[in-house]
């Protein structure tokens, strides 16, 4: 799930400073949450997480990893699309979205934490995924 992660991470980072771009051209700061989270649950957090799996590849090949990325996907556009709808119209009717997003968000975070603990051991620099995998 390395490369994955990294590749979601860059699309991220990328809309999280065009973001900031904006808003500071605009002079509307009014969506400076869902900048700083896009960049830190999109762009910091992935990439992350991609190195993590791409060093450690007895966590990144497994199906803990696999769920956490979708867990991660679905819960960060769910819950920051959410927030920047709610900022934007003054409506707060999305809120069950948005803690619905966080907290798949949270699962995510809590199996990346379980993977973590059970399979990452001896770092394997220089190494490709195929080479530990097998
Ligand atoms: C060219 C890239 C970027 C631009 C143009 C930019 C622009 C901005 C602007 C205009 C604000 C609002 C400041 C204010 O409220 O007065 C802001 C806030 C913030 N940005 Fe960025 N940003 C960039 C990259 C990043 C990155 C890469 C991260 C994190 C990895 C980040 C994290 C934050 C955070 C945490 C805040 C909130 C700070 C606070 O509330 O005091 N930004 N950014």
New binding site residues.
């Given amino acids: 799930m390395g490369q994955r992660f990294l590749k979601v991470a860059a699309v991220y ?1 990328t809309i ?6 904006v ?2 051209i605009m002079q509307d ?1 009014r969506l ?2 869902v ?3 896009i ?2 649950l999109g ?2 957090s992935m990439a992350l997480f991609g190195l993590v799996y791409h060093f450690y590849p007895r966590a990144g090949n497994t199906k803990l990893a696999k769920t956490q990325f979708w867990l991660h996907n679905i819960g960060v556009p769910v819950m920051q699309g959410g927030l920047a709808v709610e900022i934007i119209t003054g409506n707060m009717a999305l809120m069950p979205v948005v803690i619905g997003g966080s907290l798949l968000v949270i699962l995510g975070v809590i199996l990346f934490m379980f993977n973590v603990f059970a399979h990452v051991g001896t770092l394997n620099i220089g190494k490709s995924d195929r080479d530990v995998a097998s």
């Fill in positions: 980072f999280g400073v065009l973001m900031g771009l808003m500071g700061f400076t949450s900048h700083a989270h960049n830190l762009w910091v």
